[in-house]
């Protein structure tokens, strides 16, 4: 049989809604030929090239998730290697880099660390505690929520995470100002956490964590990084 006697066959395929994939396999006929003999039929995919569409879309996307998951992977792999073992001098240099981004700089205020993200605060309480050797009773919190936010599950959640009893909470502040941007609610199911130090005294009183850790970033900001960056 040869090739123009197909395009009749090929012409009622594509009418009847299928694909040029599908009509190639049914006839045996090349994708650049359909496209040459198809380009002006109208196409409405039928029930059976829908079906074949979705799957291929599926296939498509589990493919990319796969790709995805393990290029992931094998970034946190490297990382890891890169990383190696952290000390507790890499630990106080991460902690001066959290500071200088979520901490009170105010040296007649007192020391405060600022953040809605668990990780992030349970860093925070570790750098304190394993670089200044501040007890477990020392800590003072304070919770700023929206009225989104279920005052219960959030004192719960905190309490729980930092292992700080919740007696060691202070009231809770709830944001109910109406000038105020809400694209943070609804995003902050826990709101932020302050972490305060309280009841310390001689060279660990909080004034004094406080002048050195704002030494420390003086320090860190004033250094000379001209042959770095």
């Known amino acids: 049989m040869s090739k123009n006697s197909l395009k009749p066959k090929a012409l009622i395929l594509r009418r009847e809604g299928y694909s040029y994939e599908l009509i190639k396999q049914r006839l045996g006929v090349s994708k650049s030929t359909l496209c040459d003999w198809l380009k002006t039929v109208p196409f409405k995919p039928n029930k059976e ?54 901490g009170s700089k105010n040296s007649d205020s007192f020391l405060q660390f600022t953040n809605s993200d668990p990780k992030v605060i349970k860093l925070a309480m570790c750098w304190l505690k394993k670089i200044f050797n501040i007890n477990q009773d020392n800590f003072s919190m304070r919770i700023h929520t929206y009225p989104d936010n279920n005052i219960d599950q959030t004192l719960e959640f905190w309490s729980n995470l930092t292992k700080i009893p919740r007696n060691q909470f202070g009231k809770i502040y709830i944001d109910t100002r109406t000038n105020k941007i809400t694209k943070n609610h609804n995003k902050l ?41």
């Not at 498509?60 to 073992?85: M, P, Q």
């Open 49 to 102: 090239t829908l079906e074949r569409m979705d799957r291929g879309r599926i296939k498509s996307s589990k493919t990319a998730s796969k790709r995805k998951f393990l290029r992931i992977n094998e970034c946190k792999r490297v990382a890891k290697n890169e990383l190696g073992i952290l000390t507790k001098r890499d630990l106080m240099l991460l902690g001066i880099g959290l500071y200088i981004g979520e």
């Open 189 to 229: 199911p826990y709101g932020t956490l302050h972490i305060r130090i309280r009841g310390l005294a001689g060279k660990y009183a909080k004034s004094n964590i406080l002048r050195k850790i704002l030494a420390w970033i003086d320090i860190v900001e004033s250094y000379n990084f001209a042959g770095i960056v």
